[in-house]
T-cell receptor, first 112, second 115 residues
Framework: SQKIEQNSEALNIQEGKTATLTCNYT??????LQWYRQDPGRGPVFLLL???NEKEKRKERLKVTFDTTLKQSLFHITASQPADSATYLC???????????WGAGTKLIIKP | KAGVTQTPRYLIKTRGQQVTLSCSPI?????VSWYQQTPGQGLQFLFE???????NKGNFPGRFSGRQFSNSRSEMNVSTLELGDSALYLC??????????????FGEGSRLTVL
């Protein structure tokens, strides 16, 4: 079956360290993959998009990689801060028709 | 520019009632998508509208419906509410065409509780 998997358990990281979140998918060949941040009771906020022909994309302390062979995307936050604590969601559009399929999200907790 | 606005933010209904949720997209965005988010199922796609036409529909029963107006504002309706419809309903807007890569701009959501 087609699905997207993210670490279901919360990820606890010490402030200042790099947090790495994983998004794996099966049976898709997406043209791009997106990452969003969601705080409790709020709507998701777009962070980064990476295309199938891009290996890596950076934005400030954020870095995303995309391995279409492994069908995996890694999301890194360097020099993590308590304010980075949130749930991070990955999403892809399998058919290019604006119908995103979402992972369940990984809750990231940055401890001071 | 103003973000995506959803109303109401919170509402409580009883089983069997119906509910209408409203979404005003970012100015210039012609695509509006609706998602249901629950702790158990995560974000699930309901439908997407572009220029008043439903382009895509997720796997939800016919009790869930929507529409889009000429000013791109959208509404979704759920009839004959069930307990399982309790969820955060999120609206997202995007350009929906051309160079748009599908980046979604979400509203804060409408939290529906069905008793």
């Amino acid at each position: 079956s087609q699905k997207i998997e993210q670490n279901s358990e919360a990820l606890n990281i010490q402030e200042g360290k790099t947090a790495t979140l994983t998004c794996n998918y099966t049976n898709y060949s997406p043209a791009y993959l997106q990452w969003y941040r969601q705080d409790p009771g709020r709507g998701p906020v777009f962070l980064l998009l990476i295309r199938e022909n891009e290996k890596e994309k950076r934005k400030e302390r954020l870095k995303v990689t995309f391995d279409t062979t492994l069908k995996q995307s890694l999301f890194h936050i360097t020099a993590s801060q308590p304010a980075d604590s949130a749930t991070y969601l990955c999403a892809l559009d399998p058919s290019g028709n604006y119908q995103l399929i979402w992972g369940a999200g990984t809750k990231l907790i940055i401890k001071p | 520019k103003a973000g995506v606005t959803q109303t109401p933010r919170y509402l409580i209904k009883t089983r069997g009632q119906q509910v209408t949720l409203s979404c005003s997209p970012i100015s210039g965005h012609r695509s509006v998508s609706w998602y249901q988010q629950t702790p158990g199922q995560g974000l699930q796609f309901l439908f997407e509208y572009f220029s008043e036409t439903q382009r895509n529909k997720g796997n939800f029963p016919g009790r869930f419906s929507g529409r889009q107006f000429s000013n791109s504002r959208s509404e979704m309706n759920v009839s004959t509410l069930e307990l399982g419809d309790s969820a955060l309903y999120l609206c997202a807007s995007s350009l929906g065409q051309g160079v748009d890569t599908g980046e979604l701009f979400f509203g804060e959501g409408s939290r529906l509780t069905v008793l």
